[in-house]
């Protein structure tokens, strides 16, 4: 039986076609910038999103890393949602290595960071404070897109204010199809943006930051500092070559799965369904019942997350086909029914 991995679209398998890329793929040693692939790479999405360059990259994480150490230096702060991944889920790692301040801020239901909120937590320039550098915004947030015109009005804050934009776009291209609009018009407004090539584009491994040549050029430094200056890695640039052939428009199908999966979910009495965004599912399941449910789900050869967000999170992505959508409602429906 087809185990039906719902916990995050980073459980994906390279495909067989993806594999036979990287297989065939040129390479050379990209510390001295002479992977073939590697720059074809950073060069597509670079053009594509309207940047001078990109940097390839192992991780989410160490591109939103570098793109910080880029962008502040030793007693910068630069602003950022209290429940973002780049402030709480990367294990502070401007301020572990770049003496980088995070000035943490609420953010609405939506994910976004209320405008006045940040202008107020900007600091005035004085000795006493930290010098505030950047604003980080993260898009989709929890599956949601950012609205279009909240991104406007943030630039505009941005720009009055001489702050530096970034975006972890993680799941980007998921927030464009969305929106109905090309990822250019998400990225224009951003001085630096992170994709990762390894959720719903279902590469192995790699997320590439798009940015000026010169904020690009400082994250090349210190991404050779982090240790992650790597040889031959066009191996792994044809992956996300292929992602982005193949793999782009099909994320609108993981959409539809979701919002059908929600949809057959509220038909359960007992399932609280609390939203569903892009490629997301959001249930509140009472944490007394979780393990449970857990221990249900495994035995129908379903896999969900516990433990790290408050809520439970079914996640689609491109291992998730129809069927696999149907057997998750028919596990969740009989454990509710038995357990009603
Ligand atoms: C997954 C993710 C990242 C990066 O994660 P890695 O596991 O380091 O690749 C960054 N931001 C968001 C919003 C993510 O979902």
């Keep these: 039986m087809k185990s039906i ?32 692939t590697v720059n074809a790479l950073q060069q597509r999405l670079a053009d594509e999103l309207g940047f001078e360059a990109g940097l ?6 160490q591109s939103n890393l570098l793109a910080l150490l880029a962008h502040c230096e030793r007693g910068d702060e630069y602003l950022v949602g ?31 960071l209320p405008l006045e909120r940040i202008e107020a937590a900007i600091k ?18 929890h599956g949601r897109p950012l609205p279009l015109d909240y991104l406007d009005a943030a630039h505009e ?4 204010h001489g702050l530096g934009l970034h975006l972890d776009g993680a799941r980007l291209f998921n927030a464009a199809i969305a929106c109905d609009v090309p990822a250019r018009a998400i990225t224009r407004h951003f001085d630096t943006v992170s994709i990762c090539l390894s959720k719903g584009l279902g590469a192995p491994v790699g997320s590439v930051l798009v940015g000026s040549s010169a904020l690009v050029d400082k994250a090349r430094r210190w991404r050779k500092v982090c240790g992650g200056g790597w040889r031959q890695a066009g191996i792994l640039a044809a992956a996300g070559l292929h992602a982005l052939d193949h793999h782009v428009a099909r ?30 599912v959001f249930i509140d399941v009472p944490a007394a ?16 997350s516990i433990g790290y967000l408050p809520t439970l999170r079914l996640v689609t992505h491109l291992d998730i086909d129809d069927d696999g959508i149907e057997r998750t409602v028919a596990a969740f429906r009989e454990f509710f029914a038995r357990r009603a």
């Design 157 to 160: 804050l941005a720009r009055k």
């Design 56 to 61: 390839f990259v192992p991780s989410g994480t």
């Design 5 to 36: 991995d719902l916990r995050s679209d980073t459980v994906t398998n390279p495909t067989a076609a993806m594999r036979a890329a990287m297989v065939a793929a040129e390479v050379g040693d990209d510390v001295y910038g002479e992977d073939p």
């Design 124 to 141: 005035p320039v004085d000795p006493h404070f930290a010098r505030s550098r950047l604003l980080a915004l993260e898009n989709t947030w």
């Design 82 to 112: 209290m429940d973002a991944h780049t402030y709480k889920f990367e294990g502070g790692g401007a301020a572990v290595l770049g003496s980088i301040q995070p000035q943490p801020i609420v953010q609405a239901e939506d994910g976004s």
């Design 289 to 304: 019942r979780l393990r449970e449910l857990d221990v249900h789900l495994r035995e129908a050869g379903i896999r969900i």
């Design 251 to 280: 994320l609108a199908d993981d959409h539809r799965r979701a919002a059908y999966l929600a949809g057959r979910l509220r038909e359960i009495a007992g399932v609280d369904l609390l939203g569903q965004h892009t490629n997301m």
